[in-house]
């Protein structure tokens, strides 16, 4: 058990029985008042934002996380089995950890996952990656004169939006987070 006064913006705490990230951590000392610590938390698996307010002496636990990187291979239901690089150990992560960002996901691409005591808490995937476009409707000539853009799917699967001069097997770069087209790769 640590004091409040130890904690800082990023660490994950165990708070009313659930995992939380601390997003921001302020020491308040309101006239002649006692001093507190005002915290902004998020919720680990719900999402869910806490506000909360420390006293200077409360105890509060602070949890050990480990990240790593990790090497995807395969879907398994409603997980994802991913392998250590280091040890070659393999691990089943929940596929709502990795946010929408797991429909670009392909096999042997590296995320990030986080454990807490051999629980998996968060998952990270690629800010961008790169795909190759298996079906789109060619250009129709006079299209290419404004920012007009047209449907296409990627190897995964998944359709996005791009622009007229992008054809079938071509690279593209696409943004995991929002699902945008970010440019073509040669």
């Known amino acids: 058990m640590a004091k409040a006064s130890d904690v800082k913006s990023g660490n994950i705490l165990r708070f009313n029985g659930d995992l939380v990230q601390v997003e921001e951590f302020i020491h308040r ?11 902004k938390m998020r919720n680990v698996k719900t999402g ?44 089943t992560i929940p596929k709502l950890l990795f946010g929408k960002g797991v429909r670009f996901l392909k096999e042997g691409m590296n995320v990030i996952v986080a454990f807490e005591s051999d629980e998996p808490i968060m998952a990270q995937t690629p800010s961008h990656v790169e795909l190759e476009i298996t079906y789109t409707e060619p250009a129709v000539k006079g299209d290419t004169s404004t920012n007009a853009m047209k449907y296409a799917t990627v190897e995964t699967g998944v359709e996005i939006r791009v622009p007229m001069f992008i054809n079938q097997g071509d690279k593209v770069r696409v943004d995991t987070r929002t699902g945008d087209y970010m440019e073509r790769v040669k």
């Open 29 to 39: 000392t309101p006239g002649n008042l006692r001093a507190f610590y005002q915290s």
């Open 48 to 91: 869910k934002l806490v506000e909360y307010r420390f006293r200077v002496d409360e105890e509060v636990e602070i949890c050990r996380v480990e990240t790593n990187d990790y090497q995807y291979l395969y879907e398994d239901g409603d997980g994802l089995v991913v392998m250590d690089n280091n040890t070659f150990e393999q691990y």
